[in-house]
């Protein structure tokens, strides 16, 4: 994580800690005064953790008297807008394996309620990193010791304390030095500490031959698979024939073979006559293009995003972003956007776009008349919030009746993710503008389109441009791409049964843990299950890495487990890996039902 520090706290961050304590839902608040006099006698064993100046977590611990090579973990919590980094394993990390302590640490104890799985989850990790240290849990305060109807508080105990266990990063060769010479804004890499050397269909393959299978796909920019032998055959030929590589907007024979294809076999079986914009490599450049051109063709300024959107992370694209932390890295003011609630925001609570068309309505509401909407038909990034068919539909007749134009980002849900090509296709609506990226290529190349109705199509030309508009490969293997998979029904009909396995799959594991509140959520291939917290949701795809699966979490607070695995992924593998997501799930959720019921 980008400019993250774990330090000893001083007296100043008790007032952050306080303030963290009193959002995190789970924790009892201590007085304000509390915090200020640990943080001022106790700081060597508390610590906090500081992301880009702002305090994101805390810990408060002690030593017993008599028994000093204890270490009483009292409170860690972190702020919920960066849970589920890991920010609270790395604060206990670090305080464990102080050097300065003396004598050193070599027990850690801590208490947590029954009804903390995400506690518990995080405190197992940690015996786990430590050379799998003994943990028990044994009786300690009972409700009956408080007076205020407070849960009971067993006693977690770990150790003694094993050596950490080796990173993986040095078994695989990616030395301290190296890493260096990076940014720390990478991110996948924290989560997955392999060299990865190989890629075959679903399985990546770490330098050292270890295979994962990969529920991952490149967040969406592989769906037919890592080197799919078909793609890979078109490019290789492409680059030993010494094709055109890069073309800007020159014509080419790849790039009239990509238009008349994606013609011929998407948008004119579909009744749809787009024009298609080649606005750069990536999906940011595709929505950047479409709110250009909406704000042109209009001649308008606002935008209308949803809440939890994630449309990339290029300024425009940030403004009609909902994730707090993405947006904090901008650093300038995110203007010309105004966010409406998403379907089902209010859980039903109300009439679908009641807000948004009062705003509308009401000529002293202060909301300017948009240029455009935009939204997805789900929210990847968002936590894999799917929006209802009818709810589409609503919102295409709204921008309809009032004159505004929409963008339908389908960045990552597009290219078959949820069934058909498109993902609107189901709810029978036809965007203004469609965004297209990630999978279009076929391959994992760089590539993006915008699609706009060609009444829309105004600009001059050059007027918009990019120099990596025309990367032949792209072309090539995104036309095979088309002819291979959307000839016919034969992979929309495969992902929509494969989905409805991952849906049964997780219904099922709603059902077996009640207890934890747990949601399936999703469309076709892909798929989320929603945890309870942050913590819990990284937990889990925690220990599917450590059992060869790759996943991500999704969600404002990384609460949701993501899946997206390839379309063309076998029966077989995908049993497999929804076998290991449900081991995962009992790890961590297994312990605090058991502790429950003893």
Not at 583 to 592: D, G, K, M, Q, S
């Amino acid at each position: 994580m980008s400019g993250l520090v774990v330090r000893r706290p001083v007296i100043d961050d008790g007032a952050d800690a306080w303030g963290i304590a009193r959002d995190s839902g789970t924790l009892d608040l201590n007085s304000s005064y509390a915090y200020l006099l640990y943080f001022r006698d106790f700081a060597e064993t508390c610590r906090v953790a500081v992301v880009d100046g702002v305090v994101a977590g805390f810990l408060m611990g002690n030593r017993p008297p008599e028994r000093p090579e204890t270490l009483f973990v009292w409170q860690i919590a972190v702020d919920e807008r960066f849970r589920g980094r890991g920010i609270a394993g790395l604060m206990l990390d670090d305080l464990a394996a102080d050097p300065t302590l003396s004598p050193p640490v070599t027990m850690i104890e801590t208490t947590i309620t029954d009804d903390n799985p995400a506690s518990q989850a995080l405190f197992r990790a940690f015996a786990k990193r430590r050379g799998d240290s003994p943990l028990t849990v044994t009786p300690l305060l009972e409700a009956t010791h408080f007076p205020d109807g407070h849960h009971a508080e067993p006693l977690y105990t770990i150790g003694p304390l094993g050596a950490p266990t080796p990173n993986p990063t040095e078994d695989h060769q990616m030395t301290t030095t190296t890493i260096d010479l990076e940014s720390q804004v990478r991110s996948y890499s924290r989560s997955w500490p392999v060299v990865f050397d190989r890629a075959v269909g679903s399985t990546m393959f770490a330098e050292d031959g270890t295979p994962y299978l990969d529920f991952f796909a490149g967040a969406g920019a592989l769906n037919y698979g890592h080197n799919n032998p078909r793609l890979k055959k078109v490019v290789v030929d492409y680059f030993t024939d010494d094709r055109v590589t890069h073309s800007l907007d020159m014509f080419t024979t790849a790039r009239r073979d990509f238009l008349e294809t994606f013609h011929s076999h998407i948008l004119e079986p579909r009744g749809l006559d787009y024009t298609m914009i080649f606005p750069g490599p990536g999906g940011a450049n595709s929505v950047e293009a479409a709110l250009k051109l909406a704000r042109k063709v209009t001649g308008r300024e606002s935008v209308i995003n949803f809440t939890n959107a994630f449309h990339g992370m290029t300024l425009g694209a940030l403004a009609v972003t909902g994730n707090s932390l993405k947006r904090g890295g901008a650093g300038v003011p995110l203007v010309h956007a105004t966010p409406m609630p998403y379907d089902d925001y209010f859980n039903g609570d109300y009439p679908d776009f009641l807000y948004f068309e009062k705003l509308l309505d009401d000529s002293g509401s202060g909301l300017n008349k948009p240029a455009a909407v935009i939204v997805e038909s789900v929210q990847g990034e968002g936590g894999i919030n799917v929006a209802r068919a009818e709810w589409l539909r609503g919102l295409a007749a709204l921008c309809s009746k009032h004159g505004i134009l929409l963008i339908l980002d389908d960045i990552q849900m597009g290219c078959g993710r949820t069934g058909g090509f498109f993902s609107f296709e189901e709810a029978g609506i036809v965007p203004d503008m469609v965004c297209l990226s990630k999978s279009i290529s076929g391959y994992g190349i760089p590539m993006a389109l915008t699609l706009v109705r060609p009444e829309l199509d105004i600009w001059e030309p050059g007027e918009h441009n990019g120099t990596f508009r025309g990367i032949g490969p792209a072309f090539i293997t995104a036309t095979e791409a088309i002819r291979a998979f959307w000839s016919d029904e034969t992979l929309q009909k495969s992902t929509i049964s494969k989905g409805l396995k991952v849906e049964s799959h997780f219904n099922r594991l709603v059902a077996d843990y009640p207890e934890a509140g747990l949601i399936a959520k999703g469309r076709g291939l892909a798929r989320g299950l929603q945890f309870a917290s942050g913590d819990l949701a990284d937990q889990v795809c925690a220990e599917a890495f450590e059992r060869g699966l790759l996943m991500e979490t999704s969600g404002p607070n990384g609460e949701v487990m993501k899946i997206l695995p390839a379309l063309t992924i076998s029966d077989e593998d995908l049993q497999r890996g929804l076998a290991i997501i449900e081991t995962c799930v009992a790890a961590v959720l297994e312990p605090a039902r058991k502790l429950a019921l003893a």
